[in-house]
C-alpha cells in the first residue's frame, strides 16, 4: 500500500462519508445551533486548514531531517518539499478536514441553550499552569538531549503553545461543552491512531526506536504516534469548539470592555496632566 492509496482509504472515504451525512443533515433541514453560530463554520474550518499546514510543516520537516521518522522511497511519490514528501502536505490538511467534519455532525446535535455559570477562571488558571509546567519539562529533556524522549518532546513542545492559548481563553468554556468534545475528540483518534499502526506495520513509515520510549501500543504503535493524533485533534476541536461557542463571543465582549475601561482610565488620567 502506498501513501496516497492509504491517505484514500483511510482519510478520503471518511471524509466523503461524512460529507455525505453533512449533505443529508442540511436536507433534513438540521443545521448548527445558534449557540454554535458565531461564525461560518467552513470559515473556521479553512482557517483551521492554514494555521495546520503553517504550523506543521516547519516541525514535520525538522523531524524528517533529524530521522525521528522517514517513509519507504518505494510507497511514495518522490516528490518532496524540504524533506518531506507531497504525501504528508496532503496529510497536514486531510486530518483537519476529517476532525472538523466529524466535530460539526456532533455540534449539529447539541441542544440551543446556553447553561449558566459556565465561567471558571480557576480551572482555567489552574489548567494553564499545569500545562506550562509539562511544557518546561518537555524543553527539558530536548535541552538535555534524553534520546528516548526526544520524539515525545519534540510533539509537547510544538504543541501545548497553541494549546495553552485555547485554555488560557476558554479552557473554562471547553469544559462546559465537555461531552462534545470527547465525541469530537475520541473516537476519531482512535480511528486514526489503529490507522496510523497499519501504516507502520506496512513499512509506509518508521518511527526512530532509538528516539521513542518504546511503548508500544498493540505491540505495533509507538506511544508518541497515538499522543500524536490525540494533540493534533486537541487542536482542531478546541480550536473549532472556541470559535463557534457562543460563551467565547462573551467572553470578548468582556475582554473588549476592559480594554475600552482601561484605555479611558488612561484617557483620564493623561487629561487631568
Given amino acids: 500500500m502506498t501513501y496516497f492509496s492509504f491517505l484514500g482509504l483511510f482519510v478520503g472515504v471518511p471524509i466523503v462519508i461524512m460529507l455525505g451525512v453533512t449533505w443529508w443533515d442540511a436536507r433534513q433541514g ?10 461560518s463554520p467552513w470559515a473556521i474550518l479553512l482557517l483551521h486548514l492554514a494555521l495546520a499546514l503553517v504550523y506543521t510543516t516547519p516541525w514535520d520537516n525538522y523531524l524528517v531531517a533529524t530521522s525521528v521518522w522517514w517513509y519507504d522511497p518505494a510507497k511514495v511519490t518522490g516528490i518532496v518539499f524540504g524533506y518531506v514528501p507531497v504525501e504528508e502536505y496532503t496529510f497536514f490538511l486531510v486530518q483537519p478536514i476529517l476532525t472538523g467534519l466529524w ?7 447539541q441542544p ?30 530536548l535541552a538535555a538531549s534524553w534520546a528516548p524522549g526526544t520524539y515525545l518532546a519534540l510533539i509537547l513542545v510544538w504543541a501545548l503553545l497553541p494549546i495553552m492559548l485555547q485554555v488560557g481563553f476558554g479552557g473554562d468554556i471547553l469544559w462546559q461543552h465537555r461531552r462534545v468534545v470527547l465525541l469530537g475528540l475520541v473516537p476519531i483518534t482512535l480511528f486514526l491512531a489503529t490507522a496510523d499502526a497499519l501504516a507502520i506495520y506496512d513499512g509506509i513509515w518508521t518511527i526512530d526506536p532509538a528516539q521513542t520510549l518504546n511503548w508500544y501500543l498493540g505491540g ?18 478546541f480550536g473549532m469548539t472556541l470559535f463557534l461557542a457562543a460563551e467565547s463571543q462573551m467572553r470578548l465582549a468582556q475582554v473588549k470592555k476592559a480594554v475600552d475601561q482601561w484605555r479611558a482610565r488612561r484617557w483620564q488620567v493623561a487629561s487631568e496632566k
Avoid at 448548527?32 to 458565531?38: E, I, T, W, Y
Avoid at 466535530?103 to 446535535?109: E, P, V
Avoid at 488558571?125 to 524543553?139: A, F, P, R, S
Fill in 220 to 237: 505495533i504503535l509507538p506511544f508518541e504516534e497515538f499522543l500524536f493524533f490525540l494533540i493534533t485533534n486537541i487542536l482542531v476541536v
Fill in 30 to 39: 438540521r443545521t448548527l445551533p445558534r449557540r454554535f453560530a458565531s461564525y
Fill in 112 to 141: 440551543d441553550v446556553v447553561e449558566p455559570g459556565w465561567e471558571n477562571g480557576r480551572f482555567r488558571y489552574t489548567t494553564l499552569i499545569i500545562l506550562g509546567i509539562l511544557w518546561l519539562g518537555m524543553v527539558a529533556i
Fill in 103 to 109: 466535530l460539526l455532525f456532533w455540534l449539529r446535535r
